[in-house]
């Protein structure tokens, strides 16, 4: 477990702290790979990716180093379906044991450090209350206030926060989000989860008198629940608020017997919650599996699956793991009597 002398943050400078470690970070590493003199031991694949935009779809190809360096990993065999409540393992690697040259700091007990195989320029993980040993499973209200609280003091407009629920393509079973900066990657600022305008209003809440409305979409290639807060700054009231409403929504999906993933955006203002069926990978699929993948960025791990991937392809894989909307109307009735007993409505 890492020592005292890490780096505390501030929640309304740290932005630009996260720039200068990060590039330095990966030029550190980047140097060592170029030259060869050693294998790198942060970031594990060059910055170097492809994108193309298909119906509305992003596809993304990481580089061929990064596809060499996964097509030497074992070929595991499968393993079955696992409760997405599994325990914190401290024996399984977790972000307690990242290298130290990984971590930019610290805000408190929440650990913020770079992405061993970043998607973009900027890609961090964020671990709330890193040595609390949390599984990888929201498990209270107040896990989500670090994370809206860092993107609403961001000084950038397309930085997204993405949650992979245990069991919804989640790697590591302790409790962490990616922070990503989606215009370094497609040079957007919106997800194509975020273009959408048809959402469908499912209820309107004001808990401690914060206005908050709360969307379904079943137009979309996965159903989900939208959670928007109305004309209202991030204080501690509002943080307080939304995040007892996006609580009270994850634990209506894990009471259907399913995972999630999650998109927070908006400068925290906006939440996407996404039903997934609950499962298990062993070997990293062809194309992601994850909340990336769910909100429309189809990471492709060969240029050979990027050249065959068009948007029939993309949109049968996502729906595989996907729930159905029978299965999502029973979700939307849990969610609303999560919300109506336990939010001011």
Not at 137 to 150: H, S, W
Request: aromatic fraction near 12%; proline fraction near 6%; charged fraction near 20%.
């Amino acid at each position: 477990m890492h020592g005292g002398d890490i780096e505390e943050l501030d929640y309304t400078s740290y932005p630009n702290v996260l720039k200068a470690k990060w590039d330095h970070i990966y030029s550190s590493d980047s140097k060592r790979i170029l030259e060869g003199k050693e294998p790198p031991r942060v970031i594990k694949t060059l910055l170097d990716f492809s994108y193309r935009n298909v119906e509305s779809i992003y596809i993304v190809c990481y580089s061929d180093f990064y596809s060499k360096q996964k097509a030497k990993l074992p070929r595991a065999k499968p393993v079955m379906v696992v409760s997405q409540y599994s325990p914190f393992n401290p024996l399984d690697w977790n972000f307690t044991k990242a290298p130290k040259e990984q971590i930019i700091g610290k805000f408190n007990n929440d650990l913020l450090l770079t992405s061993a195989s970043p998607l973009c320029r900027y890609h961090c993980i964020f671990v709330p209350s890193y040595t609390s040993e949390l599984p990888q499973v929201i498990t209270k209200a107040t896990d989500c206030i670090p994370v809206i609280k860092l993107l609403a003091n961001d000084t950038r407009t397309d930085g997204k926060i993405f949650f992979s629920g245990y069991c919804a393509g989640a790697s590591v079973n302790h409790l962490h989000y990616q922070l990503v900066y989606i215009k370094q990657l497609i040079n957007e600022e919106l997800l194509p989860i975020e273009r959408l305008t048809d959402s469908i209003p499912l209820i309107s809440l004001k808990p401690y008198d914060v206005p908050i409305a709360v969307y379904s979409n079943t137009s979309y290639l996965l159903p989900y629940i939208k959670i928007a807060l109305i004309d209202s700054t991030l204080n501690d009231k509002v943080l307080l608020a939304l995040s007892e409403v996006i609580y009270a929504t994850v634990l209506g999906i894990y009471n259907s017997g399913n995972s999630i993933n999650i998109v927070f955006t908006v400068n925290g203002k906006h939440t996407y919650v996404i039903p997934r069926k609950l499962s298990t990978f062993s070997v990293m699929p062809d194309i992601g599996i994850g909340a990336f993948e769910c909100c429309g960025l189809g990471i492709c791990g060969s240029a050979k699956v990027y050249n065959e991937c068009d948007a029939k392809f993309y949109m049968d894989y996502v729906k595989e793991y996907g729930v159905d909307i029978e299965a999502f109307k029973k979700i939307e009735e849990l969610v609303l009597v999560n919300l109506k007993g336990t939010v001011q409505v």
